[in-house]
T-cell receptor, first 113, second 115 residues
Framework: EAAVTQSPRSKVAVTGGKVTLSCHQT?????MYWYRQDTGHGLRLIHY???????EKGDIPDGYKASRPSQENFSLILELASLSQTAVYFC????????????FGPGTRLLVL | GDSVTQTEGQVTVSESKSLIINCTYS????????LFWYVRYPGEGLQLLLK?????QKGSSRGFEATYNKETTSFHLQKASVQESDSAVYYC????????????FGTGTRLQVSP
């Protein structure tokens, strides 16, 4: 069965600190995504990638970097965490971009103080 | 561009009653999109509930149904008799059969089923 795992599952960070969220998939999918979920908003796409060593900006990339060192792994990096980045972050993978089912990880709850 | 609207942020339904969660989409493309319903149970990630890629068709899964209506640009989710275990957040989403367009998600509707 398709599997996407995320670590950590929750994190408390200080303002101005660096945060790295990790995602691992065993689906052999080319596409991977990072979304954030805030109350009152749908999932908003931060970054995505369709091949190792390459990432693309999503709809809200400011304040975030992404890294795809291998097909299986995709990280989201907050170099200088801010209060406004408190949210739940979801990683997902899919075979294609727009038409294929996305498989999601369980989410990471990030609290920036 | 494309957008998806879910008007209800939260819906409360008594167990064994019927459910409708509304979803409408808007698009500037002449091509019909693919439509999805995803569900997120507490503590878990989103998972696909059902998907319809042809206008006029109906999708169904786990007792839920949704019909792709291109005239009203709607894709409402329905269930005849909900169970407490259906309590979750439901997301409507739109995608395209191309590898240049990203999936667009609605804001989600939290369903609370009361015993």
């Amino acid at each position: 069965e398709a599997a996407v795992t995320q670590s950590p599952r929750s994190k408390v960070a200080v303002t101005g600190g660096k945060v790295t969220l990790s995602c691992h998939q065993t689906n052999n999918h080319d596409y991977m995504y990072w979304y954030r979920q805030d109350t009152g908003h749908g999932l908003r796409l931060i970054h995505y990638s369709y091949v190792a060593d390459s990432t693309e900006k999503g709809d809200i990339p400011d304040g975030y970097k992404a890294s795809r060192p291998s097909q299986e792994n995709f990280s989201l990096i907050l170099e200088l965490a801010s209060l406004s980045q408190t949210a739940v972050y979801f990683c997902a993978s899919s075979a294609g971009l727009g038409q294929d089912t996305q498989y999601f990880g369980p989410g990471t709850r990030l609290l920036v103080l | 561009g494309d957008s998806v609207t879910q008007t209800e942020g939260q819906v409360t339904v008594s167990e064994s009653k019927s459910l409708i969660i509304n979803c409408t989409y808007s698009t500037t493309s002449i091509a019909y999109p693919n439509l999805f319903w995803y569900v997120r149970y507490p503590g878990e990630g989103l998972q696909l509930l059902l998907k319809v890629i042809t206008a006029g068709q109906k999708g169904s899964s786990r007792g839920f149904e949704a019909t792709y209506n291109k005239e009203t640009t709607s894709f409402h989710l329905q269930k005849a008799s909900v169970q407490e275990s259906d309590s979750a957040v439901y997301y409507c989403a739109l995608g395209r059969s191309s590898n240049t367009d990203k999936v667009v998600f609605g804001t989600g509707t939290r369903l609370q089923v009361s015993p």
